[in-house]
T-cell receptor, first 114, second 115 residues
Framework: EDQVTQSPEALRLQEGESSSLNCSYT??????LFWYRQDPGKGPEFLFT???AGEEKEKERLKATLTKKESFLHITAPKPEDSATYLC???????????????FGQGTILTVHP | GAGVSQTPSNKVTEKGKYVELRCDPI?????LYWYRQSLGQGPEFLIY????????DSGLPNDRFFAVRPEGSVSTLKIQRTERGDSAVYLC?????????????FGPGTRLTVL
């Protein structure tokens, strides 16, 4: 069974204090790993897709990296507006028809204080 | 452009009642997904449509849950004989092709409360 575990559950940072969020995963075969941001009362907002170990993607203050067992979301010099829940999800290559199914972690709640 | 929309935004019902939740995907997207998110948890997959047909309904928890997409656009998630444990935010997402690693774009969700 596919599993995704995110850590820490919650992270408090001061503005400008860089840090990383972790996403550990267990899948039969990885098609893709996705990062989403979710603000309170809203649906998840797509950030990145990573396909293979060693891949990196960047967007503004965010950088996502991927290894064979985990992914990291690095936040450089965060601002209060980066406060949100960050969700990691995997899509498995199970040889079946579940091309659409994403398995999500529980999320990391990030709070950035000014 | 317009994103995924869901109606109603909030639904309060009594235990045992029937509810319908509606999802309007992004125009031109052939794939549509339903997820359920409980407080403090990540979304949990329910069902995936490719066009009008359900390609994967393995996440539906039991036969009280049913979803349709008769014309390959709007979808309705139907829940019969609601239970308090059904209370959650129901999220809908759509993607262009529904193929491998196709990006899923989410709507704002419907918050269902069963009293």
């Amino acid at each position: 069974e596919d599993q995704v575990t995110q850590s820490p559950e919650a992270l408090r940072l001061q503005e400008g204090e860089s840090s990383s969020l972790n996403c550990s995963y267990t899948v039969s075969g990885l098609r893709g790993l996705f990062w989403y941001r979710q603000d309170p009362g809203k649906g998840p907002e797509f950030l990145f897709t990573l396909y293979s170990a060693g891949e990196e993607k960047e967007k503004e203050r965010l950088k996502a990296t991927l290894t064979k067992k985990e992914s990291f979301l690095h936040i450089t010099a965060p601002k209060p507006e980066d406060s949100a829940t960050y969700l990691c999800a995997v899509q498995a290559n199970d040889g079946g028809t579940s091309y659409g199914k994403l398995t999500f972690g529980q999320g990391t709640i990030l709070t950035v204080h000014p | 452009g317009a994103g995924v929309s869901q109606t109603p935004s909030n639904k309060v019902t009594e235990k045992g009642k029937y509810v319908e939740l509606r999802c309007d995907p992004i125009s031109g997207h052939t794939a549509l997904y339903w997820y359920r998110q409980s407080l403090g948890q990540g979304p949990e997959f329910l069902i995936y449509f490719q066009g009008t047909g359900a390609a994967d309904d393995s996440g539906l928890p039991n036969d009280r849950f049913f979803a349709v997409r008769p014309e390959g656009s709007v979808s309705t998630l139907k829940i019969q004989r609601t239970e308090r444990g059904d209370s959650a935010v129901y999220l809908c997402a759509s993607s262009l092709y529904g193929g491998s690693t196709d990006t899923q774009y989410f709507g704002p969700g419907t918050r269902l409360t069963v009293l």
